[in-house]
């Protein structure tokens, strides 16, 4: 006979949402969708549980449901990231036409957000056009100039098809607007090492290190020293790397 171990909720929960979110932090996943359905079964306008409930979803491949969610929040109010997630949804299931009417509505409801209009722009550089895409990318920055990651995508944009100063300029602004995102100083410096700037970009992988330890800025990094001669210390850098991957391989 299988006997289950009944685990304590620590902390003071008072509704079946704030359990849901210490059972998340608990890595209690199964109890914590049940305790997100109980919370909307009682509170159906909760929209931060039926995203939460949603995401659960979706990463246990319920895309069908997850949908519905996110769709349902839709409808009941603007909500960016329940609008974020479906549309990539979308176009993980090659609805792009979906997630364009979707992200075209979008931008009409929510006036000074910047990633319906970054998102747009994503899906016309898709589909080949990228004179609209870079319109698009514009009307980000009008909406909201300050959302460092809309000028972090078009700065990304301008190095893919090598447009203005290939990304240096927007992609630096979005590390002002964002100096704590570790993604944000190895885009920039993937952006700076195929400009040729290679000190510039060893400084930015640094700076995404110091925030974020992550395996494949590191490798980017050693890159950078070996092609700046710095090949000791790269082949150390190198051999901890390869270690510490070994170590943390999936069985």
Not at 69 to 84: A, D, F, G, I, R
Not at 97 to 121: D, F, I, N, S
Not at 207 to 232: C, E, F, M, N, W
Request: proline letters at 4%; a positive charge; charged letters at 25%.
């Amino acid at each position: 006979m299988l006997l289950m171990t009944a685990w304590p909720v620590h902390g003071s929960a008072k509704t079946d949402f704030q359990k849901a979110q210490q059972l998340i932090e608990q890595g209690r996943i199964t109890e914590a969708r049940r305790a997100l359905q109980s919370e909307l079964r009682i509170n159906p306008r909760n929209i931060e549980a039926r995203y939460d409930l949603a995401v659960l979803l979706e990463d246990i491949d319920h895309l069908a449901d997850a949908q519905t969610l996110y769709t349902k929040n839709l409808q009941l109010s603007w909500h960016l990231p329940s609008l974020v997630n479906l549309a990539a949804l979308l176009e993980r299931q090659g609805n792009l036409g979906k997630a364009r009417q979707w992200l075209e509505t979008a931008t009409k409801k929510m006036r000074h957000e910047a990633a319906p209009w970054y998102l747009l722009a994503a899906i016309s550089e898709k589909k080949g056009r990228l004179n609209i895409a870079v319109a698009q990318y514009k009307r980000a920055l009008k909406a909201d100039p300050l959302n460092g990651f809309a000028w972090l995508h078009f700065a990304e944009f301008q190095s893919r098809h090598r447009l203005a100063d290939k990304g240096m300029t927007f992609a630096k602004k979005a590390t002002r607007l964002l100096p704590d995102c570790a993604p944000c100083w190895r885009s920039y410096g993937n952006i700076l090492q195929t400009t040729g700037h290679s000190k510039q970009a060893l400084t930015a992988y640094q700076r995404s290190l110091a925030i974020q330890p992550d395996s494949r800025t590191r490798q980017q990094l050693i890159h950078v020293l070996r092609k700046l001669g710095h090949t000791d210390r790269a082949e150390r850098m190198q051999q901890a790397l390869d270690a510490w991957k070994k170590h943390h391989r999936k069985p």
